[in-house]
């Protein structure tokens, strides 16, 4: 009886990732290297935080709605230490076709 469950699960995963590459190979490329450059961004802004903090992060986010409110206010400090305003900004200047003002992305411009 476990190995037909182990089967089965082989087989959920297979065709999950089966389901995925049809997914990607009906994407254009741009919008394939743009969900890459956000994820990449997304990964710098999370290494700002600890090992420690980054489960803890994790563990808050997925508890969402019975939170104590000290919990939220941990949740607050480390969603700010992330800096979601620079994230969006960093995120808008990779795909405009013109500079932005510093002031929105908070770094000047790599390309």
Do not use: N, W
């Not at 087989?11 to 990732?17: D, G, I, Q």
């Not at 290297?33 to 999370?46: E, S, Y």
């Not at 420690?52 to 206010?73: C, I, Y």
């Not at 230490?81 to 000047?108: I, M, N, Q, W, Y």
């Amino acid at each position: 009886m476990a190995a037909a469950g182990q089967e089965r699960d082989v087989l959920f995963r297979l065709a999950k990732r089966a389901a995925a590459g049809r997914v990607a190979k009906q994407l254009p490329l741009f919008k394939v290297l743009a969900i890459a450059q956000v994820a990449l961004l997304a990964r710098r802004h999370v290494q700002r935080l600890g090992p420690g903090e980054a489960r803890r992060l994790a563990d808050l986010v997925r508890r969402k709605r019975s939170l104590t409110p000290a919990e939220q206010d941990e949740l607050r400090a480390l969603t700010a230490k992330l800096e979601p305003g620079a994230f969006v900004g960093a995120a808008a200047d990779k795909f405009s076709p013109v500079p932005l003002p510093k002031r929105f992305t908070g770094a000047h411009r790599k390309r």
